[in-house]
Each structure stands twice: as C-alpha cells, then as structure tokens.
C-alpha cells in the first residue's frame, strides 16, 4: 500500500510525517528508494506480511532538505530508522548519476543543492 505524506511538522527537534492514509500498524524497515519517475522518495515499512511504501512527493522535497539533520518519526511514534543515513547515501547517489533519469536528477540536485 503507498502512503503519501501530506504533511511534516517540527516537534521539539524531531519531525513528525503524516499521511493521507488513516494510520497503520508498521515497523520501519530502514531503507529509503526513489521513485524516479513520479519524483518520490519511498521509506519502505513492513507490517508483518508486505512492504508499505511512504512516499514524499516533490511538494516535501525543501522541508526534507531543511530537516537532513533531525530524527523522523512517523504520526510522530515511529521512528523512520536509518531515515537521515539512507537519504544521504541516495543523494550521493543521484548526484550526476542520470540512471534515475535526467528531469529527476536536474531537480534533486536544484532542491538538495547537490
């Protein structure tokens, strides 16, 4: 099931996710995807049986490089392991790297200053 992040807040130096979809009962699986060609970065969270994905769309992008340094947590309980260390690997990654297409890579590095 892909849940889209509508909404990220800062909470005592923490961020808090929120999403479109009513809340689930989910553990991070500490890995961050890209979905190149909807302009998504995926946190993969498993429930027991499948992988969920938590997608932050470009509108996101600009609080996520604003919050590189925080903790994440999903509906403000969850915490997204390995959120901070992934996204960084990924952005080392795309960085002129144009296998995640060029219009993907051109805006992440505009967004994230790469």
């Known amino acids: 099931m892909n849940l889209h992040v ?8 923490e961020v808090h996710v929120f999403t479109e979809e009513e809340p689930m009962m989910v553990q991070p699986a500490g890995q961050l995807l890209t979905d190149s060609d ?3 970065f995926v946190y993969l969270l498993d429930d027991g049986n499948v992988y969920h994905h938590l997608r932050f769309v470009e509108e996101t992008w600009q609080m996520m490089n604003l919050y590189q340094d925080k903790k994440w947590f999903l509906y403000g309980t969850i915490e997204l392991d390995r959120f901070n260390e992934e996204f960084a690997m990924l952005l080392d990654n795309i960085e002129g790297n144009h296998n995640y297409g060029k219009p993907f890579v ?7 200053e790469l």
Request: glycine share 0%.
């Open 6 to 13: 509508n909404e990220i807040k800062l909470v005592d130096h």
């Open 38 to 40: 909807h302009f998504q």
């Open 106 to 112: 051109e805006r992440v590095e505009e967004v994230f």
